[in-house]
């Protein structure tokens, strides 16, 4: 018999969301971190996504360090930085073969001590892509205009933020420009673990609600790091931890009501009625999928 899986599960990869990226950004700093660049090579015509400053400035530079923001890694050489977003099908791996012609090949680091890391990208989209900055990268495209990264927020600063975006709950957690680094997993897990409607209007969350949501925002990313920090590469969307996320029509683990959804043409909105909406089953009132 199949294994109970989410509608929609599997028609669209997951985004590595803020977890995800942050073991990443760790892993690959503990291997690379130190190491001189060689040379800097776009495989994809589209993979570069800046023109000045010239990639090459880096050459000769050594890794200072691999860090995130929101949902991009950055790779620091002091005299620049690129920063890389994997979007939904991107990696950014080691690359033993450094083939010619890699398969999803983007782009590639080599390495003066021969070693070479690699942006892929799965499927046809080509959305990846790596911007070289000079200076601080927070004052520049793509991080320009990030909200604040969800793991650093306070009741103050989540409740100051809330109150100023009166929309649905679950689009203000995966709004980037709001709060970065959660996306479409982490937006459901963490209405859940607040007991929140993911519809409820943001702008009209009460002081507990807020303080809940913290929170829930906490546990769910610590929860993600500790099972990325576990493994050797980045994990595959159906090995993340989850309560509803790919779970529709399972029972759930806190209160064994069944797990809906509301189906959107590029997420799922994946919840728990008796935790969430006093009972209540969703419909959605702004994008029919019959309109899709
Ligand atoms: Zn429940």
């Not at 050459?59 to 995130?68: A, P, Q, W």
């Not at 806190?254 to 935790?275: H, K, L, M, N, W």
Request: hydrophobic fraction near 40%; glycine fraction near 10%.
């Amino acid at each position: 018999m199949p294994l109970p899986r989410a509608r929609g599960a599997g028609t669209v990869g997951a985004l590595p969301e803020l977890p995800e990226i942050q073991a990443h950004a760790e892993r690959l700093d503990a291997a690379f971190a130190g190491a001189v660049l060689d040379r800097f090579t776009p495989l994809a015509f589209t993979a570069l996504k800046t023109a000045v400053p010239a990639p090459d400035v880096a050459n000769g530079h050594e890794l200072v360090f691999v860090g995130r923001r929101g949902k991009h890694l950055l790779l620091d050489f002091g005299v620049t930085t690129f920063v890389v977003h994997l979007m939904q099908g991107g990696r950014l791996k080691v690359d033993d073969k450094q083939a010619a012609k890699p398969r999803g090949g983007q782009a590639r680091w080599q390495f003066t001590d021969g070693r070479a890391l690699l942006l892929t990208e799965a499927g046809t989209e080509r959305k990846a892509g790596v911007w070289v900055v000079d200076g601080d990268p927070e004052d520049q495209p793509p991080l320009h205009g990030l909200g604040p990264d969800a793991d650093k927020l306070d009741p103050n600063g989540l409740g100051t933020l809330l109150a100023s975006h009166p929309m649905r709950l679950h689009g203000f957690l995966r709004d980037q420009h709001i709060v970065a680094g959660l996306g479409r997993r982490l937006a459901n897990e963490v209405c859940h673990r607040a007991r929140l409607s993911p519809f409820a209007n943001a702008a009209k969350l009460d002081r507990d609600d807020v303080k809940s949501l913290v929170e829930a925002i906490q546990v769910c990313v610590n929860e993600g790091l500790a099972v990325e920090r576990g493994l050797p590469e980045m994990s595959s969307s159906a090995d993340r931890p989850g309560h509803v996320h790919h779970r529709v029509g399972e029972p759930c683990a806190v209160c064994g009501d069944e797990i809906r959804s509301v189906e959107y043409v590029r997420y799922t909105v994946a919840y728990c009625p008796t935790c969430q909406t006093g009972g209540r089953v969703l419909a959605d009132n702004t994008t029919s999928k019959f309109l899709k």
